[in-house]
């Protein structure tokens, strides 16, 4: 079955605690995407990656890191979380960026204390 | 920076009515993209419309696309209950130096009266 899994779907922490979220994909897909949506801002693209060691920032990547060393892999780490990035947090692959639709993971709701 | 803006922000509707859902958008894009998002979980893809297109059916579900505009509707035909959901349009940002960006509304909720 196609699709995207995120571990863990649920993460309480305390600020400064360095974690990370983790994303895979099945689908070789090429485009992997890590948004953040928050309350009547809809979703913000944090990361994106082209491709194996191409990646770039989005619209919020600050606080954040990425690394793209597999293609199927694409982990979100946060050195060392705040209380404002407590938010839902969705990984997405696609195959072209021009044509193809994105795949969403379930989602990880991260809350930092 | 806000690519796609949506309106209105909530719609409540009685079920089997239409309802439309209207994405503005800044800049030129090669492609616009709807999803469904039902509540807290993993966005849905309903359909995509490319720039050299005008309109697209699938289902209950009409997009059209003005990029004259720089607009882009979601029509959905005889509501149902299941549509309760949020919906939110998605660009690429090729007007923008970052082209692979992608960037999403702030979404339309959808609420379905019986």
């Known amino acids: 079955e196609a699709q995207v899994t995120q571990n863990p779907r649920y993460l309480i922490t305390v600020t400064g605690k360095k974690l990370t979220v983790t994303c895979s994909q099945n689908?070789?897909?090429?485009?992997m995407s890590w948004y953040r949506q928050d309350p009547g801002l809809g979703l913000r693209q944090i990361y994106y990656s082209m491709n194996v060691e191409v990646t770039d920032k989005g619209d919020v990547p600050e606080g954040y890191k990425v690394s793209r060393k597999e293609k199927r892999n694409f982990p979100l780490i946060l050195e060392s979380p705040s209380p404002n990035q407590t938010s839902l947090y969705f990984c997405a692959s696609m195959g072209d960026l021009f044509t193809d639709t994105q795949y969403f993971g379930p989602g990880t709701r991260l809350t930092v204390l | 920076s806000q690519q796609g803006e949506e309106d209105p922000q909530a719609l409540s509707i009685q079920e089997g009515e239409n309802a439309t859902m209207n994405c503005s958008y800044k800049?030129?894009?090669?492609?616009l993209q709807w999803y469904r998002q039902n509540s807290g979980r993993g966005l849905v893809h309903l359909i995509l419309?490319?720039?050299?297109?005008r309109e697209k059916h699938s289902g209950r579900l009409r997009v059209t696309l003005d990029t004259s505009k720089k607009s882009s509707s979601l029509l959905i035909t005889a509501s149902r209950a299941a549509d309760t959901a949020s919906y939110f349009c998605a660009t690429d940002a090729s007007g923008y130096s970052s082209a692979s960006k992608i960037i999403f509304g702030s979404g339309t909720r959808l609420s379905i009266r019986p």
């Open positions: 689908m070789n897909h090429e485009y």
């Open positions: 800049t030129s894009i090669n492609n």
């Open positions: 419309i490319r720039s050299n297109e």
